[in-house]
């Protein structure tokens, strides 16, 4: 019987999971380095840092310590730094001013480190919730965030952005329009160079709520964000909302949160074949760390396995929490 089954099965797949030479000869996807953007908090102060309780191993650091994680990215070959700023409440408010405060945290961080690094590309977030005194991304009128006087502080929040030396924008807000308003602004302003990644499909997510305890928008946040940011339960509505982002402008589209969504990534890149990227956010990063907090699952096999999935899902590259990790797992 044995010997009669044998002599029948000319097809066994695994010859080819023998060795790891094998497997690595017919791989399809790879992750590297260059597939990484690392997302950080600032805080105001010097030579500091608070961690983040919800996020084990990550915490908000002072423009100093930026600095020098920006210097440790280049180091380990990390492409790009994305800056979130904790702002201290004092600095809310209701119409949002600070966002486009020439000097405000995230302006003179990424000018600190782009003075000090410039080979790494700084790229910054587009929202108002970090000074909205509401928590909200845009302007609240009447219990209603609104549309087009959000867009309007959002540009301006783009401009001072871009006047600081981000390399690359990342409105998050999710309002209509705005991609080719800031577009438009950039051009008239001299700005023609600097690129937009659009958080185009951006879903109103429960897997947030570690990065709004880390740039502390929780406590003041008022219900939720769902006239905004997109239905957990639509495909394709992202589709349309990639098509618009790139008529308006965008150089690049982002999916996220990731994990759970990585049936829009890989439409998304089959659809239009752009520049795709993906973010693992907080609350994916939080769920796997307290799983290996508690030794249930294995960080290094976790952190890989994750990332590598979004490569075989289309993306280009990832926003990701353990990007000084991967990278120095990936540098052997
Ligand atoms: N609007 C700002 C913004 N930019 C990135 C994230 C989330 C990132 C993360 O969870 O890691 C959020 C939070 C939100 O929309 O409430």
Not at 4 to 32: K, W, Y
């Amino acid at each position: 019987m044995t010997d009669d089954f044998a002599q029948h099965l000319r097809h066994r797949p695994r010859r080819l999971r023998r060795s790891p030479a094998i497997r690595g000869l017919v791989r399809e996807n790879t992750l590297t380095v260059d597939d990484l953007i690392w997302p950080i908090f600032v805080r105001d102060g010097e030579n500091d840092e608070t961690p983040i309780p919800s996020m084990p191993g990550v915490s908000r650091l002072t423009v100093d310590r930026a600095v020098a994680a920006a210097e440790m990215a280049v180091g380990l070959g990390i492409p790009a730094i994305c800056i979130f700023p904790y702002t201290d409440p004092s600095l809310k408010t209701e119409s949002c001013e600070e966002a486009w405060n020439p000097d405000n945290l995230s302006n003179r961080t990424i000018r600190a480190i782009k003075r000090t690094v410039p080979e790494i590309a700084v790229m910054t977030d587009i929202a108002l919730d970090p000074y909205n005194a509401n928590g909200h991304d845009g302007i609240v009128r009447n219990g209603y965030v609104v549309n087009d006087e959000s867009v309007a502080a959002l540009t301006r929040m783009a401009l001072a952005q871009a006047e600081a030396g981000a390399d690359i924008l990342g409105p998050s807000d999710m309002m209509d329009g705005r991609i080719g308003a800031m577009r438009d602004a950039l051009e008239e302003n001299g700005h023609s160079n600097v690129s937009i990644m659009s958080y185009s499909a951006k879903y109103s997510s429960g897997f947030y709520g570690p990065f709004r305890d880390a740039v502390g928008a929780s406590g003041a946040l008022k219900g939720d964000k769902n006239t905004y940011q997109m239905d957990p339960a639509n495909g394709d509505e992202a589709l349309r909302m990639i098509a618009r982002d790139l008529d308006e402008g965008a150089d690049m589209v982002m999916v996220k949160p990731g994990m759970p969504y990585l049936d829009i990534c890989r439409r998304v890149k089959d659809g239009f074949g752009v520049p795709t990227f993906a973010y693992q956010v907080s609350g994916e990063y939080a769920m796997l760390m307290a799983a290996v907090k508690n030794g249930w699952l294995d960080r290094d096999k976790v952190m890989i396995e994750s990332l590598t999935a979004f490569k075989r899902a289309g993306c280009d590259g990832i926003l990701t929490y353990f990007a000084p990790e991967i990278a120095r797992r990936l540098q052997g």
